[in-house]
């Protein structure tokens, strides 16, 4: 007797970027969160939520709903390709790893944003030179593709 048997696949584009932006503290910053979804045309169903070092949900933008929601202290800038984050005054706890996911059907991206307190141009400088840009090519396997590693650095 013979047994059936399914095999279900499932496509995923998982896109993972870092950044690291430097700044301090009592000013405002901008963490950029820029995607490809857009690059050939515009997508009318997109939603980006911005998590905070605490994973807190910071804001939360659907663009086909028109619906935007921040935390006091933050706000989104929109244009096809990028979600800003901005906060208005940088705070000790605003410090560390800030993600921006970015949805469009079944099409998700992680952008790790790492803010980081921008020490005298002394000390910064030997931070910044840890910093590096890299880019790797999709890999592709049975239909899971796990898409490029960035690293930029920025400073305010």
Same mark, same amino acid.
């Given at each position: 007797?013979? @047994?059936? @048997?399914?095999?279900?696949?499932?496509?995923?584009?998982?896109? !993972?970027?870092?950044?690291? #932006?430097?700044?301090?503290? $009592?000013?405002? !910053? $901008?963490?950029?969160?820029? &995607?490809?979804?857009?690059? +050939?045309?515009?997508?009318?169903?997109?939603? #980006?939520?911005?998590?905070?070092?605490?994973?807190?949900?910071? /804001?939360?933008?659907?663009?086909?709903? @028109?619906?935007?929601?921040?935390?006091?202290? &933050?706000?989104?800038? &929109?244009?096809?390709?990028?979600?800003?984050?901005?906060?208005?005054? =940088?705070?000790?706890?605003?410090?560390?790893?800030? =993600? /921006?996911?970015?949805?469009? +059907?079944? *099409?998700?991206?992680?952008?790790? #944003? *790492?803010?980081?307190?921008?020490? *005298?141009?002394?000390?910064?400088?030997? !931070?910044?030179?840890? /910093? &590096?840009?890299?880019?790797?090519?999709?890999?592709?396997?049975?239909?899971?593709?796990?898409? !490029?590693?960035?690293?930029? /650095?920025?400073?305010?």
């Amino acid at each position: 007797m013979m @047994a059936n @048997a399914r095999i279900v696949l499932f496509f995923f584009v998982v896109e !993972v970027t870092a950044e690291r #932006v430097f700044s301090p503290l $009592g000013l405002a !910053v $901008g963490l950029p969160c820029q &995607y490809t979804f857009e690059s +050939r045309k515009e997508i009318k169903q997109l939603s #980006v939520q911005w998590k905070g070092p605490g994973k807190e949900l910071l /804001c939360h933008f659907i663009k086909h709903k @028109a619906y935007q929601n921040c935390t006091p202290g &933050y706000s989104l800038g &929109y244009a096809p390709g990028n979600v800003t984050l901005t906060i208005a005054a =940088v705070r000790p706890t605003d410090l560390g790893t800030h =993600v /921006c996911s970015v949805s469009k +059907r079944h *099409d998700f991206s992680d952008f790790s #944003v *790492d803010l980081v307190l921008k020490q *005298d141009s002394s000390s910064n400088s030997s !931070v910044t030179n840890g /910093c &590096y840009a890299g880019h790797a090519n999709p890999l592709s396997l049975l239909g899971l593709a796990l898409t !490029v590693w960035q690293q930029t /650095c920025h400073s305010v």
